[in-house]
């Protein structure tokens, strides 16, 4: 969370929306992160097996999105030299 509260910051003072939207592509990972502790902080019910599908899913949206959120701030960064 600090992490994207930082990332969002400096976005913010520098006017940089590619910042903001790599903050933003970080959200499905710390999301999927805290399914994950959930579900073992519950001692790996059978009940909340769907957490670890959830917990998947919300991997696999989250490294997508942080890559095109990189390959979107490598592309403006690159326009600026």
């Keep these: 969370m600090l992490a994207i509260f930082l990332i ?5 003072i520098n006017q940089n929306h590619a910042l903001f939207w790599l903050g933003l592509a970080m ?4 999301t999927s992160a805290m399914a994950a502790i959930t579900w073992h902080i519950f001692d ?10 959830l917990q998947a899913g919300l991997t696999m949206l989250g490294n997508c999105c942080l890559a095109v959120a990189a390959w979107n701030l490598q592309r403006l960064e690159g326009q600026k030299i």
């Design 44 to 53: 790996n019910a059978e009940a909340l097996r769907g957490l670890v599908v």
């Design 27 to 30: 959200l499905p990972n710390l």
């Design 8 to 12: 969002s910051r400096c976005s913010a």
